[in-house]
């Protein structure tokens, strides 16, 4: 039955009406809702307009400057800001997340930004190019190289190759992986500061050089014990020798508290893509002679933060942020960031520091990577320009291979630049991370 109101707009009404009505109508015609012809038109124009309005909301969200909702979450990457100033830490990421687009012109790196603006890098193009050609002309499985500027924290090469799977090496230098007997720089630090050994201190021991069983390194004979002092020990990077400094000499807190001064286990470089290093806390004595010696393989670190480490000790003990832009212009053209040192902290004081020079200068005089810094004569390839360094060699899985590091700095009396190399070689060897770092040193001093 249909309103009154309906009925009522008749200019007549009668009964016979009423019935004819109802003869033409289906038996539910009281299940039917009529739309008003109105409210038809009403909303012929309404949804459409609706639609547009949903359509053009995120237009409308760009020109008032207000986000439009989504929901797909992105990341989100810094930008040159016009109302605040860059600082190392931003500047550093904006830089990374540019790096891969950078290309040498004069002399100079670049890299534009999306957004508008550039970054200016510090890169050393003759150290960077000389780095690149070697992994490639090798075919390296896995290689990274970073070089810093000690007195600075300025990158001067930031490298990456890999023949077997090339997109990992777009962040392998912010990677973590087994730091090997580069740790034994943070034992001879431990035990350094609490003043019971000097770089000339015998220390005997039990077991060969390169022994990685720590049970019986402390447990000496009563007679024909072998000993070595430590600068020759760090040299030739001799595991039972720094496995006894860390446990029966330095001790567990005073190692672990030196790692984390060090920028282990915490945030070193906060809002960058540069992964934490790590040292996890050894839980027995074997696990502690293992760590000191450099032989824990959930102690790791990043070839970015390896070259820091190495920077600091060069620097006297004061670690440097690194900066990977020397400068950062907006859009407009302004200098959004301008490259200055900006010290981290003390990791070690100036004397400790200058007594692991003293000991890490051994590896290339007479220690692991002599062969790499002398010719076949025995002569030195940089006979004026004195070397501090250290090698670490360990197995790893991610990616699967032998895990070859070599880290140094020179020249020892006014350091210029501090390096870490780390190849990473499958069933055939290719090359060792020292003659990596011996070209890189070449192309930087000559």
């Not at 402390?218 to 720094?242: C, E």
Request: charged content about 25%; overall charge positive; hydrophobic content about 40%.
């Amino acid at each position: 039955m249909q309103d009154l109101k309906h009925l009522t707009r008749k200019k007549r009404f009668s009964l016979s009406d009423s019935v004819s009505r109802r003869k033409n109508s289906p038996l539910n015609t009281y299940k039917r809702l009529i739309e008003p012809k109105a409210e038809k038109k009403r909303l012929r124009f309404i949804l459409p307009a609706i639609a547009l309005m949903i359509a053009a909301y995120p237009v409308l969200s760009f020109i008032s400057g207000k986000p439009a909702a989504s929901s797909v979450r992105k990341e989100q990457k810094p930008e040159v800001r016009q109302d605040r100033p860059l600082d190392v830490f931003s500047s550093f990421r904006l830089a990374a997340d540019a790096y891969p687009s950078a290309r040498f012109d004069g002399g100079r790196l670049f890299a534009q930004l999306p957004g508008g603006g550039k970054v200016v890098y510090a890169i050393n193009e003759e150290v960077q190019r000389r780095v690149m050609e070697v992994m490639e002309k090798f075919q390296v499985p896995f290689g990274v190289f970073v070089a810093i500027e000690p007195k600075t924290g300025r990158v001067l090469a930031m490298a990456s190759h890999s023949e077997i799977a090339p997109d990992w090496a777009e962040h392998a230098c912010y990677g973590i992986y087994p730091m090997a007997s580069l740790f034994k720089i943070v034992t001879a630090t431990a035990a350094l500061e609490q003043k019971k050994v000097t770089p000339d201190t015998v220390i005997p021991f039990r077991g060969g050089l390169y022994s990685e069983s720590a049970r019986n390194w402390s447990n000496l004979p009563k007679r024909g014990a072998q000993q070595m002092d430590l600068t020759t020990a760090m040299g030739k990077s001799v595991n039972p020798v720094f496995g006894r400094l860390a446990c029966d000499v330095a001790g567990r807190e005073p190692v672990l508290r030196c790692a984390e001064r060090y920028g282990f286990n915490g945030l070193l470089l906060p809002g960058t893509p540069v992964h934490p290093s790590k040292a996890e806390h050894p839980k027995t004595d074997d696990e502690l002679r293992l760590m000191g010696a450099g032989l824990g393989r959930e102690v790791k670190i990043s070839p970015l933060h390896a070259a820091v480490l190495m920077a600091s000790i060069a620097n006297g003990g004061t670690m440097y942020a690194p900066s990977l832009a020397d400068e950062i212009t907006n859009a407009r053209g302004e200098v959004a960031y301008a490259h200055r040192p900006t010290p981290l902290r003390t990791v070690v004081a100036p004397e400790v520091a200058a007594q692991l020079t003293r000991m890490l200068s051994a590896t290339v005089n007479k220690g692991t990577s002599r062969r790499a810094f002398h010719d076949r004569r025995g002569r030195p390839k940089f006979a004026d320009i004195h070397i501090a360094a250290k090698t670490g060699s360990i197995n790893g899985t991610d990616p699967e291979g032998h895990y070859n590091w070599f880290a140094a700095y020179a020249p020892v009396e006014d350091p210029q630049i501090a390096l870490a190399a780390l190849v990473i070689n499958r069933d055939k060897w290719k090359i060792k991370a020292s003659y990596l770092g011996e070209q890189a040193l070449e192309a930087f001093f000559k």
